[in-house]
């Protein structure tokens, strides 16, 4: 069984920066496309950035420029750094491990971290 842990959420004033870290157990990180959503009260999880085993990226066009996704296999963990954030980035952000294994789809979901971004 897979177990992902984000971590890096807090409060923080608008035009600063964040780094979530998301941890995952067991032994398929290395061959999965891993990502990050966010979702806020209301409204559906949203895609946020994700990134394949081989290191290929692809953003949000809200957060292009802003935010940098990033691997590292060896240690089994993710990151998201945040710079220049605004209001409209508060949200609880999950991270998301998915690929396919043995002719199957598999996706699995973090606790989420909250972050918040007052003015």
């Not at 066009?61 to 060896?74: E, L, Q, W």
């Amino acid at each position: 069984q897979v177990q992902l842990v984000e971590s890096g959420g807090g409060l923080v004033q608008a035009g600063g920066s964040l780094r979530l870290s998301c941890a995952a157990s067991g032994s398929i990180f290395s061959t999965s496309t891993m990502g990050w959503y966010r979702q806020t009260p209301g409204k559906q999880r949203e895609f946020v950035a994700d990134i394949t085993s081989s290191g290929i990226t692809n953003y949000s066009h809200s957060i292009k420029d802003r935010f940098t996704i990033s691997r590292d296999n060896a240690k089994n963990m993710g990151n998201l750094q945040m710079n220049s954030l605004k209001l409209e980035d508060t949200g609880m952000f999950y991270c998301n491990l998915h690929g396919r294994q043995f002719g199957r789809d598999y996706s699995y979901w973090g606790q989420g971290t909250q972050v918040t971004v007052s003015s």
